[in-house]
């Protein structure tokens, strides 16, 4: 639903059915939005809640979700070009390490995914719908709880024995921005029914260095390889499958900011790499350097979305 009065244009969610579960979401969800406040988080305005009705008020988000843009109605439009997906990319880490590190107590989001990345006129983002987070109380680690959330983007040790803390967050940033530079799904149909996981995709391509073949066709070779690099091995670091080895979201920025350098609005010719059959033949040290470091998952010891 969208309202337009004095120029202020809001988004409103509305319970459709009331459930003691839909009950809870919106409870949990008025309670973080009112406890936070970051550029990178959708902006609460405020909420109704009487008799049957439960109504949340949000800042409107006039170029909708990134899940639009990479899959749904205006994917063939390809209106997010190189410097945009960077942006969001950074977007969204800064109001994960946000809720990580600066909210009081901490959050988990719980259900990062390209659908709850909104975009504002800038097409800047803004981490959305909070109705599975967690707040974490000062001096806990991880919680063990019912397992939520969307397949194909759930860490291993959440989706199977429910151990929830900051790094599942991690890991579900990492399946985002392989998704954000591929325009792949974090779980595909294959012909025969077969489905196969961002992962098992991608990974042959990363050990071989084949990173031209990993970016979205969409963008007809138009970005940069250097960053492209970069960006798809801060990914890997974040979906490790052991938890205890996967970076802070502080540092997924920091990585972020640090190995893209200067966010350019616009690519020269001559830094934009064009997809097509070479491989790519540059310095590989420090990419060896960051592999050596990474297990990259097998199909023995990753999650397997079947």
Not at 108 to 124: P, Y
Not at 239 to 256: F, H, N
Not at 286 to 301: E, N, V
């Amino acid at each position: 639903m969208q309202a337009n009065t004095w120029n202020l244009q809001i988004a409103v969610k509305r319970l459709k059915t009331m459930t003691a579960k839909a009950e809870m979401e919106f409870a949990v969800e008025v309670e973080v939005l009112g406890r936070v406040r970051h550029k990178n988080l959708l902006g609460l305005r405020g909420f109704y809640a009487g008799g049957d009705e439960r109504l949340i008020v949000y800042d409107y988000m006039p170029n909708h979700s990134l899940l639009s843009h990479l899959h749904g109605q205006f994917a063939t439009d390809c209106l997010l070009d190189w410097p945009k997906r960077i942006s969001i990319a950074i977007g969204a880490a800064e109001g994960l390490a946000y809720l990580h590190h600066e909210a009081n107590p901490h959050i988990i989001h719980r259900d990062i995914k390209a659908s709850n990345v909104l975009l504002d006129t800038e097409f800047q983002a803004k981490v959305a719908d909070f109705g599975f987070a967690k707040l974490i109380p000062e001096g806990v680690s991880h919680l063990t709880t019912r397992v939520k959330g969307t397949l194909g983007y759930l860490a291993p040790e959440y989706a199977m024995w429910g151990k929830v803390s900051g790094s599942c967050d991690v890991y579900s940033y990492g399946i985002l921005l392989l998704e954000i530079v591929s325009a792949k799904k974090p779980i595909e149909k294959l012909p025969g029914g077969v489905k196969r996981d961002i992962i098992q995709w991608v990974t042959p391509y990363v050990q071989k260095g084949n990173f031209n073949h990993i970016v979205d066709e969409r963008l007809k070779g138009h970005f940069d390889l250097e960053q492209l690099i970069s960006v798809i091995m801060v990914a890997m670091r974040c979906i490790d499958s052991s938890p205890e080895k996967r970076p802070s979201m502080l540092e997924v920025v920091e990585w972020l900011k640090g190995g893209i350098g200067k966010r350019k609005k616009d690519i020269p010719p001559s830094l934009s790499y064009k997809t097509d059959d070479e491989k790519y033949e540059g310095n590989f040290d420090d990419f060896k350097t960051m592999q050596s470091r990474l297990k990259i998952p097998s199909h023995h010891d990753k999650l397997k979305i079947r």
